[in-house]
């Protein structure tokens, strides 16, 4: 079972990137789906979920910048950050649970992709 993220890179403050992360191995219809990320000397942050049937939760500090979403005919999920800033820099990771709620703990979280950096420059 397999979580492989892509899509990060280095942005300017009020850019855009989108995350995908691909799921290989099962089928992840039935899971709830998420981004954590981590910034240098800081801990691990919940970002954003989704639910397999595609209620969504994102932390207050991306609430209207990012956009969560999936899709379940590709094991998909994707993260569309709009209006970065340089606090958003970190390496982002793509999470699933066998569960239908989101969870806001990293432990709560069975699957985990490798990471992808994204950088924001000011």
């Known amino acids: 079972v397999q979580l492989q993220a892509s899509g990060g890179g280095l942005v300017q403050a009020g850019g855009s990137l989108r995350l995908s992360c691909a799921a290989s191995g099962r089928t992840f219809t039935t899971y709830t789906m998420g981004w954590f990320r981590q910034a240098p000397g800081k801990q691990r942050e919940f970002v954003a979920g989704?639910?397999?049937?595609?209620?969504?939760d994102y932390a207050d500090s991306v609430k209207g910048r990012f956009t969560i979403s999936r899709d379940n005919t590709r094991d998909t999920e994707y993260l569309q950050m709009n209006s970065l800033k340089p606090e958003d820099t970190a390496v982002y990771y793509c999470v699933a649970r066998a569960s239908r709620r989101i969870a806001y703990v990293d432990y709560h979280y069975d699957y985990w992709g490798q990471g992808t950096q994204v950088t924001v420059s000011s």
């Open positions: 989704i639910t397999s049937g595609g209620s969504t």
